[in-house]
């Protein structure tokens, strides 16, 4: 699976937009970009997914570059609650697969 | 969503004994779980990959006369630390994946293992 790079901190202000980025600019085509995330002490959270196109569900938007190489998580109005570690994962789909997690981004968001 | 748990979420043993976490997917059948390791400030390391009635395939590096996995059923897999040592102190998470070409994998809420 490709290796993702992410910043190691970001700090946000309660209600405004979040815009995590993170590289990845050795994925295949049929490997996928999740993210999940992990507030302190309990297990990872599914955000979102996509292969190519941007998606958005009722936690967040993910944006992809026409090339794949980077992606954008974008948490609209982000709330104390969301201060956690973000994990950007790619991985390929179908049976056999790993999810491997990097270092990850660990976002604060301050009142 | 799909729910896993985690049993117990919080124990406390004597080192040189063994202890069990059980990991269960509650709605959904997992043909694929995975058990992973996070010690504080770090991020998930995966242990191994286990497959319903078959033996787990482990990550390079971790013992597995140490760490034993079954995965007996489609809705069960456990973890068994044998001859716990302080350093095997950590925050152990499972996961479990429905299907095997489903793109979705849902975590268990972890379980605090503090070896004394």
């Known amino acids: 699976d490709a290796k993702t790079t992410q910043p190691t901190s970001m700090d946000c202000a309660e209600g405004r937009a979040a815009n995590l980025p993170c590289n990845h600019s050795t994925i295949s085509g049929n490997e996928y970009v999740y993210w999940y995330r992990q507030i302190h002490s309990q297990g990872p959270q599914y955000i979102i997914h996509g292969l190519k196109n941007n998606e958005t569900n009722e936690m967040a938007s993910l944006i992809i570059t026409e090339d794949r190489k980077s992606s954008t998580l974008i948490l609209p109005h982000a709330t104390l609650r969301d201060t956690a570690v973000y994990y950007c994962i790619v991985r390929v789909g179908g049976g056999g697969f790993k999810t491997i997690f990097g270092a990850g981004t660990r976002l604060f968001v301050k009142a | 969503g799909a729910v896993v748990s985690q049993h117990p979420s919080r124990v406390i043993c004597k080192s040189g004994t063994s202890v069990k976490i059980e990991c269960r997917s509650l709605?959904?059948?997992?043909?694929?779980m995975f058990w992973y390791r996070q010690f504080p400030k770090q991020s998930l390391m995966l242990m191994a990959t286990?497959?319903?009635?078959?033996?787990?395939?482990?990550e390079q590096g971790v013992e597995k006369d140490k760490f034993l996995i079954n995965h007996a059923s489609l809705t069960l897999s456990t973890l068994t630390v044998t001859s716990a040592h302080p350093e095997d102190s950590s925050f152990y998470i499972c996961s479990a994946r429905e299907r095997v070409y489903s793109y979705e994998q849902y975590f268990g809420p972890g379980t605090r293992l503090t070896v004394t």
């Open positions: 709605d959904f059948q997992a043909t694929t």
């Open positions: 286990s497959n319903e009635g078959s033996k787990a395939t482990y």
